[in-house]
């Protein structure tokens, strides 16, 4: 693995060392963390987004959706317990 540098500004680095000392590890290690967590979150992001073209573009395609009332029931009741039916898909082109 190759060696990378980081020279955070001052007061990036004072706050990282502080973080560190409250959670007990280094402030390396506190860094390490904090990229990993910020790059895994870049990585969901970007997913997310992508999942969302996808479904606009096959929203698009299709010409049908989902009744935001309809799901919102079939939300609410599936977090009482209940067995509710799946709501339909609909065209909403006229």
Same mark, same amino acid.
């Given at each position: $693995?190759? !060696?990378?540098?980081? &020279?955070?500004?001052? %007061?990036? &680095?004072?706050?990282?060392? =502080?973080?560190?000392?409250?959670?007990?590890?280094?402030?390396?290690?506190? $860094?390490?963390? *904090? @990229?990993?967590?910020? /790059?895994?979150?870049?990585? $969901?992001?970007?997913?997310?987004?992508? %999942? *969302?073209?996808? *479904?606009? !573009?096959? !929203? +698009?395609?299709?010409? !049908?959706?989902?009744?935001?009332? %309809?799901? +919102? =029931?079939? @939300?609410? =009741?599936?977090?009482?317990?209940?067995? *509710?039916? =799946?709501? &339909? /898909? &609909?065209?909403?082109?006229?």
């Amino acid at each position: $693995m190759s !060696t990378t540098s980081l &020279k955070p500004p001052e %007061d990036v &680095k004072q706050l990282a060392v =502080e973080a560190s000392r409250q959670r007990g590890i280094s402030p390396h290690a506190f $860094m390490v963390e *904090a @990229i990993r967590g910020a /790059a895994i979150a870049a990585e $969901m992001r970007a997913a997310f987004v992508s %999942d *969302a073209v996808t *479904a606009r !573009t096959e !929203t +698009h395609q299709s010409g !049908t959706g989902y009744a935001a009332a %309809d799901v +919102h =029931e079939y @939300i609410q =009741e599936c977090a009482r317990g209940k067995n *509710a039916p =799946e709501p &339909k /898909a &609909k065209p909403w082109r006229s």
